[in-house]
């Protein structure tokens, strides 16, 4: 039996399915199938609206894995811009159709991470759209972002494969992980108005709510996109590949019950079908070891407590990978190491005046640098250092002059460069503290 035709039966919602000459009852399938070695890394989508392209790419790198026993790492990026610049649907925000990330997958090929890397929103601070209405008709580009560069662009390729979707009935959706060894793109509704239903405990569920909600306040409902790899008959559940690292869940997977699924009305689920099952891969890049030398950090407390950071440093084969820039003002109790403190801020019982401080993501300055080419050396020197400066309005506010002027603990700058990755987030790459003169940085109201 054709292949193609293997998997259209297998979607079909009688109990009894094919596989090649030999006829098996649905309930004669594995009570679980988990599809986990097959699936390449789990990666994170960061603060943007992705879902669909990491979904999508995430279908060919598990077929990938499965044809030629090679896991291998996709750029997200190129596609979205690819699917932007080619379809003015969806071209004004981060969100896209899982058709449109197949189409571009199709017609333009796919390329390696390394080539194109992933890259946080250009909304954020220190991007080059911070200030910019996000409505704008000239924020297209901030969507699209960078296209690639004449050299990435040799380097794309075509995998053949072809996107199907069929019926999401439960029989032929086991049928096709069990014996295809296939995971399944699959959509559902989100609820955060109400209550985060995939939260980090990786348990997907629904809420009856959501309908009622929506038309209350006349809003469209939103999806968000995921791999069904696996099930569990004896649980009741389905195991899901997720796209928000490894945190998230069960170091990125979660589970949904089967009753939500089908609360969810999910309509189809995504397959791909390989037409070369010898597929060839053009070599994967091997990039050297990123490293940073001679990282230090300088700083200075204005006339207005603003606090002015110049860094030097030679970052070596930082690639194309984007560079985040961090200095963050913290308070450290009298006698501790500021290190080792900084670790444990996550865990610590903070008292509320500390919670306030520590969790103040206003305090803060970052410089995020945006590489076109797949550098081999980055250097900033004394003469010419990268600088950045926390602002005179984040240094006043209350929570940090509250600690300033608290005797029982000092006040230290923390610097910290990373390199981000779509698989591993952020890179630390080097991390400097300076002891800060808790004087200069004390503000009293109406005195300047």
Known sequence: MHLLLKIIVAFSS????????????????PATVDLRPYMSSVKDQGNRGA?????????????????TKQEVNLSEQYQINQTKRNNDEGSGQDESRVDLC??????????????????????EKGFPCYCMDKSAPGSRIC?????PDSQALKHVFYTGMKFLFRPATRAGMMETMANLKKPLLFHFPLFDHEVNNWPENGRIY???????????????????FALICGYDT??????????????????????????DFDSFATRNVFFIVSKDTHLVLPPVPVEPKPGLRNFK???SVNSDRSISVHLQGKLQNPGRRKILVRSIVIAVPNG??????????????????????????????????????????????????????????????????????DTNRQMYLQTSLYLLDDEQGKIKMGRRFELLDRKKIQWKRGVD
Request: hydrophobic fraction near 40%; charged fraction near 20%; charge should be positive.
């Open 14 to 29: 009688v109990a009894i399915v094919h596989v090649g000459n030999t006829k098996l009852l649905a309930q004669e399938l």
């Open 336 to 405: 501790a190491d500021p290190d080792t403190y900084s670790e444990q801020l996550k865990t610590l019982m903070l008292t509320a005046a500390e919670e306030n401080f520590h969790r103040d993501k206003y305090v803060r300055a970052a410089y995020t640098y945006m590489p076109v080419n797949d550098n081999k050396v980055l250097q900033w020197k004394r003469k010419n250092p990268l600088s950045l400066t926390i602002s005179a309005e984040l240094m006043r506010t209350d929570s940090l002059q509250l600690a300033a002027f």
């Open 234 to 259: 004896i649980k009741k559940e389905f195991l899901v590949k997720n796209s928000h690292g490894k945190s998230w869940g069960m170091d990125g997977y979660g589970t949904l019950s089967f009753a």
């Open 143 to 147: 969507y699209e972002q960078n296209p």
């Open 297 to 299: 950090v300088g700083s």
């Open 102 to 123: 197949f189409s571009s997958i199709k017609n333009d090929g796919v390329l390696y991470e390394q080539y194109m890397p992933y890259s946080p929103s250009y909304f």
């Open 206 to 224: 629904y809420r009856s709510s959501l309908d009622s909600w929506l038309k209350k306040h006349n809003m469209e409902r939103a999806y968000h």
């Open 51 to 67: 879902c669909a392209f990491f979904a999508s790419i995430g279908l060919v790198e598990a077929e990938i894995k499965r044809l």
